[in-house]
């Protein structure tokens, strides 16, 4: 079983950057892929950034590539998202999640076992 608790979230204006934190509890952390995901009010959950679990693989779509950076810290138990040059469109909760076993499944939904509640991010014109 593992527990994420996601934190760093807030409002920002556009431009501005920020840092998302995930800390995960379970003696595992080392072995599972992490990954975040956000989802805006009335679409569906969005890929955002997946890592192996030796961080040595990161994985992002194409229109986030420029912008944000996924790293973990295996002694600390801890995902992080950076998010540079914030955008009205890149407002939404987002999510941190962690599979259930060494395998990557990338930027699939169904891949990831467990879930936080969500952090909000709100970028402001």
């Known amino acids: 079983q593992v527990e994420l608790v996601e934190s760093g979230g807030g409002l920002v204006q556009a431009g501005d950057s920020l840092r998302l934190s995930c800390a995960a509890a379970?003696?595992?952390?080392?072995?599972?892929?992490m990954a975040w995901f956000r989802q805006a009010p009335g679409k569906e959950r969005e890929f955002v950034a997946a890592?192996?679990?030796?961080?040595?693989?990161?994985v992002y779509p194409d229109s986030l590539r420029d912008r944000f950076t996924i790293s973990r810290d295996n002694a600390k138990n801890m995902v992080y998202l950076q998010m540079n040059s914030l955008k009205p469109e890149d407002t939404a909760v987002y999510y941190c999640a962690a599979t259930y076993d060494n395998s990557f499944p990338g930027q699939s939904v169904q891949g990831y076992q467990y879930w936080g509640q969500g952090t909000q991010v709100t970028v402001s014109s």
């Open positions: 890592i192996t679990s030796s961080g040595s693989n990161r």
């Open positions: 379970g003696r595992t952390f080392s072995s599972r892929a």
